[in-house]
């Protein structure tokens, strides 16, 4: 089954203790993102990636960090992570042929930092 | 700056309503404006357009893209407690996709 695949998916954690959620997909899409979704704000970009060892910032990048090492993985790292990053992440995913446009996501992370 | 703005933000109907969603935008580049419902968990997607006046329909869903006023909307006839959801819209540019706010649908019975 074609997915998008976020763990974990829900995360209670403590200021300044490094994490990661990883996200990975089994479509071979080369484009993948990462959201974050606030009340009223929408989903808003973080990072994206074009491809293997591209990585581009978003919309708020600031307190996060990503890597493509392969091409389905796309790992969010927080690593020290603050109370205003507590927040719903959306990881997704596209082909760059074809339906481009159209992202598939991830279930969710619900991530609270306390 | 970039930007997608959906109204109204809320909107409460009775089953059986006809509703109209708005998307406006302010993308450069534009390559595509896409729709998508979010019920508890992620969103999944509904139409994706690209021409002006092409209407893309799905059962009771239909939706339109103006790309000379820069807007779309999203109509849905006869609705049901189902359609309760956050209905997205995002619009995609060479390298990105920018998100509005989202409309939250309440549905009552």
């Known amino acids: 089954e074609a997915q998008v695949t976020q763990n974990p998916r829900y995360l209670i954690t403590v200021t300044g203790k490094k994490l990661t959620v990883t996200c990975s997909q089994n479509m071979n899409h080369e484009y993948m993102s990462w959201y974050r979704q606030d009340p009223g704000l929408g989903l808003r970009q973080i990072y994206y990636?074009?491809?293997?060892?591209?990585?581009d910032k978003g919309d708020v990048p600031e307190g996060y960090k990503v890597s493509r090492k392969e091409k389905r993985n796309f790992p969010l790292i927080l690593e020290s992570p603050s109370p205003n990053q507590t927040s719903l992440y959306f990881c997704a995913s596209s082909s760059r042929t074809g339906a481009r446009n159209i992202q598939y996501f991830g279930a969710g992370t619900r991530l609270s930092v306390l | 700056e970039d930007k997608v703005v959906q109204s109204p933000l809320s909107l409460v109907v009775h089953e059986g309503d006809t509703v109209t969603l708005n998307c406006s935008y302010e993308v450069t580049n534009f390559r595509s404006l896409l729709w998508y419902k979010q019920e508890k968990k992620a969103p999944t997607f509904l139409f994706m357009l690209t021409s002006s006046g092409i209407e893309k329909k799905s059962g009771r869903l239909s939706s339109i893209l103006d790309k000379k006023e820069l807007f779309s909307i999203l109509n849905i006839t006869a609705t049901q407690t189902g359609d309760s959801a956050i209905y997205l819209c995002a619009v995609s540019d060479n390298n990105d996709m920018r998100f509005g706010a989202g409309t939250r649908l309440t549905v009552k019975p």
């Open positions: 990636s074009m491809n293997v060892e591209v990585t």
